[in-house]
Structure formats: structure tokens, C-alpha cells
């Protein structure tokens, strides 16, 4: 981009080698750093319930004192925007009361009996993935980037590849425990608070602090068999992913991954166990540093024609996290290389966190405008549709697609409010599909001009027209007003009143917008206050 900034255009020059020789090594670093020191800190301290009350009561007291000094800020928490997963970078906390949550990072119970795991909002699933495996269990819901926190899940944006069975991740919770802005320890279920238990998924924090939260887990094989079916037109793709998705026993696990506008490979999965040397040589260790890229592989079909093969479990669940999904090779355009992989490939990907932090403010700005990080959950049934606007709007490949099961609770539904008209015939529930699209546009690629505000904008009017949902921690270019209208505020805000948490807490806008000064609105914000006075008069 010829006319983007001097420090865009430095950080483009340099990226290769910074990745290669500061970010990756200092990733690595980092991740043995965390893996020793948390074996060290069980070893020490074995955790107890006792000292997961202190730490609430900690959070409390933060609270208690807020209270006292006159409430004169709104709260968040201190963590910094760039250990977060979302595209934002700049702080927009400023002028906040911070309070201290960071602590709270501990597994603290495992009910095998009952088939719940207790945990504290900052565990990441890959520290989920190391404690449960072992064990013979996985999340029912195991998202599958490693960094990715349980809070941030359960409070935001969660799904996976079997989501199509069991619906977003908020939908394997059991119980929060959260500190209200008074100070106050609430445990709520579905039924002991209904109210508060379905408005918390999709609040992102504008409730209280969540300290704790009880998941289902569930059996996990050794293995995943894995069935990779090649398409060849959206229509194709999009019969046999609705075929497959509303099966009432169908495979555990099923996803797709669009290569170009017709092409697309369906993967169809489910836990296995070895027990026979042929289906032992049939093993691929995919996440094997020498390994090619699982989407690389995963294109293969479309040359060779239909395969199975079986994954560790493991691998399965954490297959992106060495390419970053496909984002890796924007980056290091070789990183697939079999020598790169030779060479580099042992240390692993960089952390997403620290790509941010490197970046830098002006950095962000400019690739908010020249590189897309999109999704958007819309209607299965639409999924051809979606894949055409994608092409149009991005022309980003390989295209995510992860069908999900969204239920329907009446007034009890919270922020994700479906149709009654997109569900299925006889279900309290439909059939929607995560659409992915991340990377640098096809025009951006070829040296034409893109508008990431029209081609955002458009993107999200399309999906609140279709009775779907964008991804909050993405880049979104709407006003507060258009996300009222893409999500049903209706119970979260009933909520927030009645604990005090709406002069609290900002709203779900104030913490999932850009940062200040990335995006002007005005010449929108003016056409709605425009027709407001219209409608008033």
C-alpha cells in the first residue's frame, strides 16, 4: 500500500525476519515458561476450593472499595487489550476503575461422577487440553485455539466443530459464579436465576466479574476418524453439510473448508479407537512440526478424491493453532515450506497476543483497512449465498465453515434470539453456519483500492437481515443502534438493572467497538439521529 504509513509500510519490509527471529523464538519462550511454571505452581500449592475463595474474596473487596470512593468510574477489568484474542489493540479503558482478575487461572475441580469441570475464567483451553486428555476427558465444547480463555468463551464468541450437535459453547455451562459491581457472590444456574444465567453468554463482562464457571465434559477417545469429502459447487456443499448437520446421530465433529467459490472440502469426524494394524498405518500425527499445515493437507482431497485417516485426539483439537487457521503463510509466505518447517517449524507459530503487541497503534490502524479478520453466523440454508458474498466482499480462501445448533428460549434467549421462522420444523432449535473469512483481500492483493467500512458495513446489514450474527470479536464497523438491532439486548439489560451493573459497566458496544480514532461513523451516527427526528415529529 503505497500510500499507507511510513510505519506500515517499515513493519511490511521487515516483518519476515522480526516474526522469524524475535516473535516466534519469544512465543516459544514464552509458552515453556507458562507450561513449567503452572506444573511448578500445582506441585507447590494444590490447589484448593479455600484458595479460590480468596481470590474471589479479593475481586470483592476491589469492589466493596469502589463502592466506597463513590462509583465515579465505570469498571473493567486491568488486563491489557493485547492478551486478549479479539482485533483490538488500543486500550479503551481509559477513564475506567480497573480491577484485578487476573489471578483468577486455576482448574479447581474435576467431578468425574457428574461430568463437570470447575474452572476460573483466565484457563486457557490448551491448559483444558493438557489436564483432561491425561484423564480420558475433553471439553464438550473444546475450542480449538490454545490461548483462547474459558471466560472469553463463555462470555463472548464459542464454537467448534461440533457445535452442530451441541450449539455454542455457552451451551455446556452449568454454573457461573460471578461478583456483582456491590461486591456480592452470586452462583447461578438455569434454574436457581434464570434470568441472570441466560443473559451472561454474549455479555461480555457488562454483568459482573466472573470468577468461576462449571462446564460439561465428556469422553474422549484417543482418537478422532476423520472423512474428508470434496465438493465441487456450492450447491454440492451446501446439501450434504445440511444432510449431515441434521442427522439426529450424526458424526461428532463436522466442519467444512471453501478453497475457492465451488470448491470445498467436508470434513466428517468422530471419536475412534485403534484396533487393527490397519487402521494403526492409517494414524497422521498432524501437528508435527515437520507436518504440512492441516488446511494444506485438508485441500488434498480435492486432487486425490475422498480419504479417511485417524488424529490424536489432541492434534484434532488444536490443528490450527501452528498455521494460525491460514493467516501464517499472509505473514511468512513459506511458512509451508518443508525447509521453513525443517528449520522453524519445532518452535511453533507466534502468539497471537504478541503479533498485536508488536504491531502497534499505527500498524492496527492500517491493517484494520488492508486485511480482514470476519465471521458471521448466518442460516445454514443461506450457506451457498454467504459463500458468493464472501468471494465479492473479501475473495479471502481457504473460507472457515462450522455449521452450529442455535436453541430458541423464548424470552429466556438472551442476546441470541433465533427466528422462529429459521427453526427446525418440530425443534426448539435451527441450524446456522459459521462463515470465516481471515487474511488480506484478494483487491488489497492485487493493488486495487477495498473499503473495509462499505464491505464491513454491507457484510453485517446482510446478516442482521438474515436473522444471523457477527462475531463481536472481530472488527465490526455498525453503531451501537445496528448492534441493538443484530442482538436482543431485551434480557441483558433487564438483568443489568436489576443488579446496577447498566451505571456500572458500560454497554456490549462501548467494549467491542474500534478504538478510538480507527473509525469514523459520523456521516452514519448523523443519518440515524436524521431519521429519529423524522419519526419524532
Not at 238 to 264: I, V, W
Not at 431 to 448: F, L, N
Request: net charge neutral; charged share 25%.
Amino acid at each position: 500500500m503505497a500510500n499507507a504509513p511510513w510505519q506500515f509500510r517499515l513493519l511490511a519490509f521487515v516483518r519476515i525476519p522480526m516474526l522469524m527471529f524475535v516473535v516466534i523464538p519469544l512465543s516459544f519462550a514464552l509458552y515453556w515458561i507458562r507450561l513449567w511454571g503452572s506444573y511448578v505452581y500445582w506441585a507447590l500449592t494444590c490447589i484448593r476450593t479455600d484458595t479460590h475463595q480468596q481470590r474471589v474474596a479479593s475481586v470483592s473487596r476491589q469492589l466493596i472499595a469502589w463502592n466506597k470512593s463513590g462509583r465515579a468510574k465505570k469498571l473493567r477489568t486491568s488486563r491489557a487489550n493485547w492478551l486478549s484474542m479479539s482485533t483490538r489493540l488500543l486500550s479503551n479503558k481509559q477513564g475506567c476503575h480497573l480491577i484485578d482478575v487476573g489471578h483468577l487461572s486455576n482448574i479447581l475441580h474435576l467431578d468425574e461422577k457428574e461430568s463437570t469441570v470447575t474452572i476460573e475464567p483466565m484457563v486457557t483451553f490448551g491448559q483444558l487440553t493438557d489436564y483432561l486428555m491425561p484423564r480420558g476427558l475433553c471439553m464438550k465444547c473444546h475450542i480449538e485455539m490454545e490461548s483462547i480463555t474459558v471466560g472469553g468463551a463463555a462470555m463472548g464468541f464459542g464454537l467448534e466443530t461440533n457445535s452442530h450437535a451441541v450449539g455454542f459453547f455457552q451451551e455446556t455451562v452449568v454454573e457461573y459464579e460471578l461478583v456483582t459491581p456491590d461486591g456480592e457472590v452470586h452462583r447461578v444456574t438455569a434454574d436457581s436465576d434464570p434470568d441472570l444465567f441466560y443473559a451472561l453468554p454474549w455479555s461480555y463482562g457488562t454483568i459482573g466479574f466472573i470468577t468461576s464457571i462449571k462446564c460439561r465434559v465428556v469422553k474422549a477417545a484417543p482418537y478422532i476418524h476423520v472423512e474428508y469429502t470434496p465438493t465441487f459447487s456450492g450447491e454440492e456443499l451446501s446439501r450434504k453439510l445440511n444432510s449431515l448437520a441434521s442427522m439426529e446421530k450424526g458424526p461428532d465433529f463436522l466442519e467444512a473448508t471453501a478453497y475457492d467459490k465451488e470448491k470445498a472440502v467436508i470434513q466428517c469426524a468422530s471419536f475412534a479407537h485403534i484396533e487393527t494394524w490397519s487402521q494403526r498405518f492409517m494414524v497422521n500425527h498432524i501437528n508435527w512440526w515437520w507436518k504440512p499445515f492441516y488446511y494444506k493437507w485438508v485441500e488434498t482431497a480435492l486432487s486425490r478424491g475422498a480419504f479417511e485417516e485417524y488424529i490424536p485426539t489432541k492434534h484434532y483439537y488444536h490443528r490450527f493453532t501452528r498455521s494460525i487457521f491460514w493467516e501464517l503463510e499472509d505473514m511468512i509466505p513459506f511458512s509451508n515450506h518443508w525447509l521453513y518447517r525443517l528449520l522453524w517449524g519445532w518452535m511453533g507459530a507466534p502468539e497471537v497476543s504478541l503479533l498485536k503487541l508488536f504491531q502497534g497503534p499505527v500498524v492496527r490502524r492500517s491493517s484494520m483497512y488492508a486485511h480482514a479478520v470476519q465471521e458471521s453466523i448466518v442460516p445454514l440454508k443461506i450457506l451457498k449465498e454467504g459463500i458468493d458474498r464472501f468471494d465479492s466482499w473479501y475473495g479471502i480462501y481457504p473460507l472457515l465453515i462450522f455449521p452450529v445448533r442455535v436453541y430458541d428460549r423464548g424470552q429466556k434467549s438472551g442476546m441470541i434470539h433465533p427466528r422462529k421462522s429459521l427453526l427446525t420444523k418440530g425443534k426448539s432449535y435451527g441450524m446456522w453456519v459459521d462463515i470465516g473469512a481471515y487474511g488480506v483481500p484478494r483487491q488489497i492483493k492485487e493493488g486495487k483500492p477495498w473499503s473495509a467500512k462499505k464491505v464491513v458495513r454491507e457484510m453485517e446489514h446482510w446478516c442482521r437481515d438474515q436473522g444471523g450474527w457477527q462475531a463481536l470479536y472481530t472488527d465490526i464497523f455498525c453503531t451501537e443502534k445496528e448492534l441493538q438491532q443484530m442482538f436482543d439486548h431485551s434480557l441483558l439489560e433487564k438483568v443489568r438493572k436489576r443488579f446496577g451493573s447498566d451505571a456500572a459497566f458500560g454497554s456490549v458496544y462501548s467494549k467491542v467497538r474500534p478504538e478510538p480514532g480507527m473509525l469514523d461513523l459520523s456521516d452514519i451516527l448523523a443519518e440515524e439521529a436524521k431519521e429519529e427526528g423524522k419519526e419524532e415529529s
